[in-house]
Each structure stands twice: as structure tokens, then as C-alpha cells.
């Protein structure tokens, strides 16, 4: 029977593959069926874990102080000699073998037979050792899904993984496996997860609760990640449609290449600035595929991501230096870290300092936890300054929320740039300095700002959180968030003026400038610079050079004075229309 879910697509694309179950705290013990070539990965896979779990009942042994009853010692190496048993051990590696099966399954599928062997045993003392047994076999399992911390393996491609949540590491780690798309049954459109899935062109779904309660492992799920519709075991004529659907997806992209070589420039002679955000060195391929006019955001924090420690001055370096040869004399805007919410990694929360709170979006993050930390802060200050060396190099700072961030900030450099100059080391001695204006008191106070800055970068993702109170990776609230809240519009449109009145350059690098139902909307209050994810630059090109800046203004204008969401939508719609 087919099943229908919805949820928030976050993604564009349809994919069509296997469902993959994952369960952090509870193993997924459905059948895979396997290549005969991971066969031998496999079994080693299931040693390595049983491995693992005698280590870890040994170490709950040594831990047992010497003056405990006998019995609870005698209990757990009952348990360790039980692994030993070829019953527990070999019996699951012939079915790996025999079956083509994970080991999770094998082992599932031994408890079931053990569990009536012993079920039938008159002796009811025997009969509820089957206990011990699923200590055994679960120790056994925790091993192998700790093991597979990896997060999948040769296995996942081409699959639907469905999780309950997922980080923006696990993200790169399914693009790596050749993932066909992701469900989750939580998170929103703004999560960094859901940013870095439709960079990397994963078509995926959030919030969709309780999901996995109805699909196994191993079903067909075809998801739409513009529409948020999910099927399961579709029938062959929703098949046909989902295919439809793609092939209409590919087609749409092809005819927007076309417009790669076309300048950027409106139908009334306004000539904009057409940048891309990136994350990872992927994003460096798209965006030289889009033929973007330079970088508006580089979310140098994604550098921590798979770190064990936090990256040395040399590996900013190396990472700035590689995205300047790329653009090839086109400006790069680096962030500088902008860790902290969901966004604070292995390698910084080992450092005692950086603890994950109750309030992270209000708590240490961005240019917070780099000057309460100046040994994050400096040596990337420090790779950025060199590599300005190279190339046309911004600063941007996060999460701007006072002048006197700002002024910290900016000594900082200074004295960075005495460091650098005493060491006899290049660096650009003009670099410009922005900062992201993503908290709604940085807009208020957007002209106090705009005296210390070089340029101002709108982050709708945060402004428009903060604004309207709602945490951006809860698909609870998802529904409010709303880019044309009265707000949200009249911030932006000060910020934009207040950029005018001081006559620095104000970008937007938030998902709204990426957003093609927004741009001309922006266009109209003013804003020219726009920055987004690669994969939606041609589109938003596509809709921009189409317009004309002049009917625009006055449209926008209206826009900022209505007073339903009716007369905006109406709004809307003429904006964009041609
Ligand atoms: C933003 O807040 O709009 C932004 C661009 O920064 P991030 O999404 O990385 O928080
Ligand atoms: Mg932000």
C-alpha cells in the first residue's frame, strides 16, 4: 500500500531510491541486503564490535569496587564469556555470509531464534536467562552503530537516509556516500543542515514527524524537496509523475544555463553583483559553474566541522588561498568564524571554555565567542590578513550585536597587522572590514554601525529569527517564519538606507537574497548586492535581469506600507510579473 507524508521541503530535486533508517539511540537492526564484495567488510565490521563490546564490559568489571557482593562481578563476566560463544559469534557471521545481510540484522535475527529456543524451556529459571542474552546482543549492536559513527558506508548510495536529525556534518558525510536525498523528522528551513543540503544539491525534507514509525528500511520512498512530498512504495503511474518531475527539474536547469554568459545587469541598465555563499570546497565547483561575480559570504566555521581540533593559522591559510586561485581576482568575502547555536563543533566544544547551553542562539556565538576566545580569533585573523595577500579579501564579522564588538574587533585586526608587518609578512593594508547585520539591533542601530564599517551584509536567516522570535531549526514555528513580516521589511529597508546615507555597499547574504519569489522585492528597496547559494544564483539572475529597477521602487514602497497579507500578496505578484 502506498503511503503519503508531508513535510518541509528544504531542497530542491526528487529523488527516487531505498529508505535508509537511522537511529542514534536506538539501532536499526532492519535487513540490507549486501554486495558480495562487502561480505568480508562486514564480518570485520561485526568483530570489531563484539571486540569493542568485551572491552567495554571489561572495563564495567575493572570498575566494580572491591568491596561489592561477588554476584554482580560474576554477572558480567558470565556476559563477557558469552561472547565468546560461537552461538552469539559465528552463528551471525554465517548468516552475513550466507544471506548477504548486515550485521545488525544477523544478530537480530539470532536473539529471535535464541529467544524461542529458551521460550520453550521448561526450566523457568532457564527460560529467563534470555535476558542476559539481549544484554549480550545489545552491547553488541550499541558497538556496531557507534562503530558506524562513520555514518554509512558504500551501501547508502543512491538511498533516502530518514533520520530523526541530522548536522550539518553528517550533511557532507552523505553527500561523500552518494546519498539520493534525506528526511528528517525535525529541523527547519533555515538549519545549517538544510543550507548546506541545497548547496550541495541534496533534495531533501524536514519535519516530518514520527516517520520512521512507517517506513522500514529497504522501502521505496520518492520525496519532492520543493514540494515536501513524500511516498512510499508509490505505484507505478506515481512513479511515472515523480520521474515526470525530475526530468522537468534537469530540464529547467539546462535552459537556465543559458543565461551563464549574460551580464548581470537589469532591463533598465542597473548593474548588480550577483555573489555566491560557500561553506565547503564543493561549493567552489558550483560556483564557478554559475559564473558568480565573486564570494559574499565564506562560512569559514564549516572549517571546524570535521576537526578533532580546532584548524591552525596555516590551515585558514591554505583553505583562503585555494577559494582566491579559483576566483581568479573576483573579491572574497571571508567570515570569520560564526561558531556557536548549531553550529559549535567537536573540535571547539573539547576546549572546557565553549559548553553547549540551554539558549544557544542567544548565547556564545559568533564574534561573542571569538573575543571571548582570541586564540580561535587571532590565528584566523592572522590567515586572513596573509592570504589578503593574494587576492581581493574582505573581513566580515558575525552576530554584530554592539559598536563595541565592533571596536574590539577592529584593534584586534590592528594589532594582528603590527604583528604581521613587524614579522616582515604581506597583507593587504586596506582591507576592508563589514559586518553581518543578522540581530535586530545591529539594523536599528545600522547608521552607528555603518561609521565603523567598510560595508554592512544583511543575514536574513538570523534577522528574521530574532525579529520574530523563532528558533530556526524548529519545524514547530517553521510556519512563522516570514521574510515579509511589516518587520522584517522596514529593517531591512533602514539598513539599506542607512548603507545609502553613509555610502558604504549593503549586501544581503541571508537565504532571502537567494529566494526568487523575494529579489525583485529587494531590488525595489534598494539592494543590488545579493549573495546566495550557487544553486539558485542563475534563477534569481534569471528574474532579476528580467525586471526593471524604476516600476520597481514604487511597488516596493507600497510593499512596506501594507497593512494585510492579502494587499502584500497582491504586491507580490505584480513585482513579479514582467
Ligand atoms: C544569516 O544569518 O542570514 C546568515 C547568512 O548567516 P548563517 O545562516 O550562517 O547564520
Ligand atoms: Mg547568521
Known amino acids: 500500500m502506498s503511503l503519503m507524508f508531508t513535510g518541509i521541503g528544504v531542497s ?10 537511522v537511529r542514534r539511540n536506538q539501532v536499526d537492526v532492519s535487513a540490507r541486503k549486501l554486495t558480495k564484495r562487502a561480505i568480508p567488510g562486514e564480518i570485520k565490521r561485526l568483530r570489531q564490535a563484539i571486540k569493542s563490546a568485551r572491552k567495554e564490559l571489561l572495563a564495567t568489571l575493572g570498575a566494580i569496587p572491591k568491596d561489592t557482593g561477588g554476584d554482580i562481578a560474576a554477572f558480567i563476566e558470565t556476559h563477557i564469556l558469552m561472547l565468546d560463544d560461537s552461538l552469539l559469534t559465528k552463528k551471525p557471521i554465517e548468516t552475513i555470509k550466507n544471506e548477504q545481510c548486515n550485521a545488525e540484522a544477523a544478530l537480530q535475527q539470532q536473539r529471535e531464534e535464541l529467544s524461542k529456543v529458551f521460550a520453550s524451556m521448561d526450566d523457568n529459571y532457564i527460560s529467563t536467562r534470555i535476558d542476559d542474552v539481549n544484554h549480550v546482543i545489545d552491547a553488541v549492536l550499541r558497538a556496531l552503530n557507534e562503530n558506524n559513527e562513520t555514518f554509512g558506508g558504500e551501501h547508502w548510495k543512491g538511498q533516502i537516509v530518514i533520520a530523526d536529525d541530522l548536522t550539518p556534518a553528517d550533511t557532507v558525510v552523505m553527500r561523500n556516500h552518494g ?21 550541495l544539491g541534496i533534495p531533501a525534507i524536514v519535519g516530518v514527524h514520527n516517520i520512521r514509525e512507517y517506513i522500514k528500511s529497504g522501502e521505496t520512498i520518492t520525496l519532492n524537496g520543493e514540494s515536501g512530498l513524500i511516498l512510499a512504495e508509490a505505484t507505478t503511474e506515481m512513479l511515472d509523475s515523480f520521474r515526470q518531475q525530475q526530468k522537468a527539474h534537469k530540464q529547467q536547469l539546462r535552459e537556465l544555463s543559458k543565461i551563464n554568459d549574460m551580464q548581470s545587469v537589469t532591463r533598465d541598465g542597473v548593474r548588480l553583483q550577483l555573489n555566491v555563499n560557500i561553506e565547503i570546497d564543493d561549493d567552489i565547483k558550483a560556483m564557478k559553474r554559475v559564473h558568480a561575480d565573486g564570494v559574499g559570504l565564506y562560512r569559514t566555521e564549516f572549517l571546524y566541522l570535521d576537526q578533532s581540533a580546532v584548524p591552525t593559522e596555516q590551515q585558514h591559510f591554505k583553505a583562503y588561498t585555494k577559494v582566491l586561485r579559483a576566483l581568479k581576482g ?12 548549531d553550529k559549535l563543533f567537536s573540535s571547539v566544544l573539547a576546549n572546557a571554555r565553549h559548553k553547549k547551553n540551554s539558549n544557544p542562539a542567544l548565547g556564545m556565538r559568533g564574534i561573542r565567542l571569538c573575543l571571548n576566545d582570541t586564540s580561535i580569533f587571532i590565528p584566523q585573523l592572522r590567515a586572513i590578513l596573509r592570504a589578503s595577500s593574494r587576492g581581493p579579501v574582505r573581513i566580515l564579522l558575525p552576530m554584530l550585536t554592539s559598536t563595541s564588538e565592533i571596536v574590539q574587533s577592529l584593534s584586534l585586526i ?10 616582515g609578512s604581506e597583507f593587504d593594508e586596506d582591507i576592508p572590514v563589514g559586518g553581518m547585520i543578522e540581530v535586530p539591533a545591529a539594523a536599528i542601530a545600522a547608521d552607528q554601525f555603518a561609521a565603523h564599517l567598510d560595508f554592512l551584509s544583511i543575514g536574513t536567516n538570523d534577522l528574521i529569527q530574532y525579529t520574530l522570535a523563532i528558533d530556526r531549526i524548529d519545524d514547530q514555528v517553521d510556519y512563522l517564519y516570514d521574510p515579509l513580516h511589516p518587520a522584517v ?3 531591512i529597508n533602514h539598513v539599506i538606507a542607512a548603507g545609502r546615507t553613509a555610502n558604504i555597499p549593503v549586501a544581503m547574504c541571508g537565504e532571502m537574497a537567494g529566494d526568487p519569489r523575494y529579489v525583485r522585492l529587494l531590488l525595489g528597496l534598494g539592494l543590488t ?7 539558485s544564483l542563475l534563477e534569481v539572475k534569471r528574474c532579476l535581469i528580467d525586471s526593471r529597477r524604476v516600476r520597481l521602487r514604487k511597488l516596493a514602497q507600497s510593499m512596506l506600507q501594507a497593512t ?14 514582467n
Open 12 to 21: 530542491r530535486g526528487v529523488a527516487i531510491g531505498d529508505a535508509h533508517l
Open 179 to 199: 546519498v539520493a536525498g534525506f528526511i528528517t523528522e525535525t529541523g527547519g528551513q533555515l538549519s545549517h543542515t538544510a543550507i548546506l543540503a541545497r548547496s
Open 330 to 341: 573576483a573579491p572574497l568575502t571571508l567570515r570569520t568564524a560564526d561558531l556557536g547555536a
Open 414 to 423: 590592528e594589532s594582528v597587522k603590527d604583528d604581521l608587518r613587524s614579522e
Open 489 to 491: 521589511l522596514q529593517l
Open 529 to 535: 548586492n545579493f549573495s546566495m547559494p550557487p544553486n
Open 564 to 577: 494585510s497579507w492579502e494587499e502584500q500578496q497582491s504586491l507580490l505578484t505584480r513585482i513579479n510579473s
